[in-house]
Every structure is written in C-alpha cells, then in structure tokens.
C-alpha cells in the first residue's frame, strides 16, 4: 500500500515507516517540523535501503495537504502528528486543540474528499485518566485529565462520528501506553526538545551526563517499591503493530480501538536499575514530591490486540534500555549529534506540487 505518515518525521512515527517499508509499504511523510529534525530522514533512507519523500506540511494548512493528495495516490494515512506534552497543554490549551484538533478535522476533510478512507490513529492511554482498576481494558470509563488528554479523546469521538456517518470510512484507535526504546542500529530514536517530560528520556540524558540527577515523582504510592508503575512498551513492538493494526484493518474492513501495552507494570525504581544494568552506571536520583495529576499504577491489558491482531510485545524492559541507552550514547545530542554512520544518501525531488522538500537536508 502507498501510506501518507503525518508525523512520521517524530519518534514513533519514524519507527513505523522503517517498520512499513520492512513490509513492502510505500511511505510517503507529511510533518510540519513543530518537534522532529529534517535530520532524521539520511537515517530512516539508511535503514530503509530506498528514498522517501518528507513534506515539509501542517496538517491545517488544507491546500498543502489537498496537493500531497493529488500528487500520490494514498491507500491509507497512519496519523502521528500531535503536540505531545502533558504540562505544556495546561499552559497552552488553545495551541494543543488548535494543533491536533483542527489538524484532524482538516486531515478527515481531505481524506474524505479525496476518497482515503483508512486511517490508523495514534491515541493515547491518557484518555483512561485515572483508570479505576489495572490492567486497563478498552470498555475502561474514559476521562479526561488535562488538554492533551481532551485532544486524543476528542480526536477518538470525531473520528468515530464519521465512520458512523461515512459507511466507507474505517479506522483504527490505537491507545499506546508508554512507549520507549530506540531502533535496534541507534540510528534513529527519541530527542527530546529542551528538558525531557518523560522519564526515559530523563534517564538517558543523566546517564550521558547531561542532567546531574533524576527526579522520582513521589516514592508513596501504593505501588511494590512506592514508585509510581507504568506499562513501558518498546517503539518497535509499537511500530509492528501499527502495521499489522493496518493491515487487519484493510484485510477484515472493519474499525477498532485497541490497548498497546505489554500489559506489565514496572515502577520507577525498577526502571532506573534495569536501565543501570545496561548502562553500567549509576543513574543518581532523589525522591522529590509527587507530580500533580500522577496515578498510582497504569498498565494494559493487552488481550484485545492480540486476539485481533495476533499481535503482543515481543521485547522486554532490559531490550529497551540496552536500546534507548544504545541511541543516547551514539547521538549524545539527538540528531544535532554528528555520527559518521549517518551519512545523506543523494537528495530526491518532491514530486507533490505545492509541497516541499525539508530545506535542511
Ligand atoms: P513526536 O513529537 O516525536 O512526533 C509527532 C510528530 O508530528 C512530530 O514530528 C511533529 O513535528 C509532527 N507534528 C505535530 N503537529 C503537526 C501538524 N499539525 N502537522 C504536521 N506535523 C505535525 O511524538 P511521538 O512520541 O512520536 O508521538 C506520536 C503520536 O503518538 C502523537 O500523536 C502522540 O500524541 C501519540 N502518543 C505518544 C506517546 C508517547 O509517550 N510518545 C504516548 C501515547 C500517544
Ligand atoms: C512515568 C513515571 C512519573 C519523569 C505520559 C503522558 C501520557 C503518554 C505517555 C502521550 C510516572 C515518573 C517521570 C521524571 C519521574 N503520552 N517520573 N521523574 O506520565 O505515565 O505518561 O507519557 O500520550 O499521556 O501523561 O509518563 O514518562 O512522564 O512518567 O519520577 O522526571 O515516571 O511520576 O510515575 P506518564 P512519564
């Protein structure tokens, strides 16, 4: 199939189109550049052994997005592009609707109009909030606990609405965990902008020495060491499922909302030492005070992906350290790190009108 990626430029997204071209997929990007380097794309060409165009579009802009549709003509679009921080949404609500909501309504009317009507959604865990009992089941109650949250249920509904209203339209919701990891080669992974909001990413940029210490948000929940427990999943076995999700999607020509998760909890603590233990360093921490709107323990059940998909998480919690350590390591700064593995391979012309190449290669 021939897939528009938009947001396939960030971190999952770029997992999932080595992921797509793995599988015989042709991939097409669509990225506005808000949080990815143009720099990113030597690296996926490398990996993937073949060119692939990146546009440098926003999703809201409708005639950019009307002309990457005309150019090529998508069998599906798999739908990355988001603003992504819990915190910055609170102080930025407007920005966070604006960008992911109205991109979606934009990027449904435009795949309305040109007759793609297979989208695969990247949702979200948060929008179980606080979920009243573990593992989380898809029928768990949905909440919402801050805007980002707001966007991803809200995304959910809009597009449920129309594959009620558009008997052609299917699609797939897929509500990740906690993704983490890199790519197996270190070539590609996640790079944070500015102070990492996430925990992995922390403890990556404190073993390289880059922050002195890491912060423990709060070591008194009812948890097995106090810590808070989350269902850590590696962005590869993410990648994979965002293809067989894809795939079952097309083959069975129905729509579904799935849980991906290993469906295993691991607190904080028990992160930070798998992650010394592929380090081999020490990871300092302290305890500091809970972080506002943190649950106790989120994990999936992942039972509903698997009967569907026949799809489970292969890798396991010391994979991705052994593999997020390995990409930290390399590209100490992300893709502003210069490594001599990651050489451009010979630009190609874009040939959708009205969009343009990345101007940083
Ligand atoms: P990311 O920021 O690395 O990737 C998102 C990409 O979308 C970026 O490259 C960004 O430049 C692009 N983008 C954002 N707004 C855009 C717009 N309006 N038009 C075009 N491109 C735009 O984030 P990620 O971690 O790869 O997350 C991908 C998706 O998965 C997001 O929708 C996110 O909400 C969702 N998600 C992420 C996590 C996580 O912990 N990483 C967990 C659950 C869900
Ligand atoms: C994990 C655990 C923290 C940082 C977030 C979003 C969610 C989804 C995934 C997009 C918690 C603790 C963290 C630190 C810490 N994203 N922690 N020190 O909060 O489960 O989920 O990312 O959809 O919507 O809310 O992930 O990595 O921030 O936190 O102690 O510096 O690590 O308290 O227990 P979270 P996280």
């Not at 865990?125 to 029928?139: F, H, I, K, L, S």
């Not at 102070?195 to 925990?199: D, S």
């Not at 709060?218 to 948890?223: A, E, R, S």
């Given at each position: 199939m021939r897939i528009l990626v938009c947001g396939g430029a960030g971190y999952i997204g770029s997992h999932t189109c080595v992921t797509l071209a793995e599988r015989g997929h042709q991939v097409v990007i669509a990225d506005s550049g808000v949080n990815s380097s143009p720099r990113v794309m030597p690296r996926l060409q490398r990996l993937v052994g073949a060119p692939l165009s990146l546009h440098r579009v926003d999703l809201r802009d409708r005639t950019a997005l009307d002309a990457l549709f005309t150019a090529y003509r998508f069998d599906a679009v798999l739908h990355f592009a988001a603003l992504k921080a819990v915190g910055d949404s609170c102080r930025r609500p407007l920005e966070y609707f604006d960008n992911n909501i109205s991109g979606t309504i934009v990027l449904l009317r435009a795949m309305q109009d040109a007759g793609v009507h297979r989208l695969v959604f990247s949702s979200s865990?948060?929008?179980?909030?606080?979920?009243?009992?573990?593992?989380?089941?898809?029928?768990a109650g949905l909440q919402v606990t801050n805007p980002y949250g707001r966007t991803k249920l809200v995304a959910e509904q809009l597009i449920g609405d129309l594959c009620q209203a558009d008997p052609a339209f299917r699609a797939a919701n897929l509500r990740y965990f906690n993704p983490v990891g890199a790519h197996a080669s270190g070539l590609i992974g996640e790079d944070p902008a500015g102070?990492?909001?996430?925990?992995m990413p922390y403890i990556c940029q404190v073993a390289v020495g880059q922050r002195e210490r890491l912060r423990i948000f709060?070591?008194?929940?009812?948890?097995i060491d106090g810590t808070g427990v989350r269902d850590y999943i590696h962005v590869v076995d993410l990648a994979r499922a965002h293809v067989d999700a894809l795939e079952y999607m097309v083959r069975a020509d129905r729509s579904f909302t799935v849980n991906l998760g290993t469906g295993r909890g691991v607190s904080v603590l028990e992160l930070v030492h798998a992650f010394e233990r592929a380090c081999g360093r020490r990871i300092p921490y302290e305890i500091v005070g809970r972080r506002p709107g943190d649950a106790a323990a989120v994990y999936a059940d992942p039972t509903l992906a698997q009967q569907l998909l026949g799809w489970q998480a292969e890798h396991d919690v010391d994979a991705m350290c052994r593999d997020a350590w390995r990409w930290q390591a390399m590209n100490p700064q992300g893709y502003r790190s210069t490594t001599r593995r990651a050489t451009p391979p010979r630009l190609r012309r874009s040939r959708a009108v009205g969009a343009r190449l990345a101007d940083a290669y």
């Open positions: 865990a948060t929008v179980y909030g606080e979920p009243a009992q573990v593992p989380v089941r898809e029928d102070e990492p909001n996430n925990l709060g070591d008194d929940y009812p948890t």
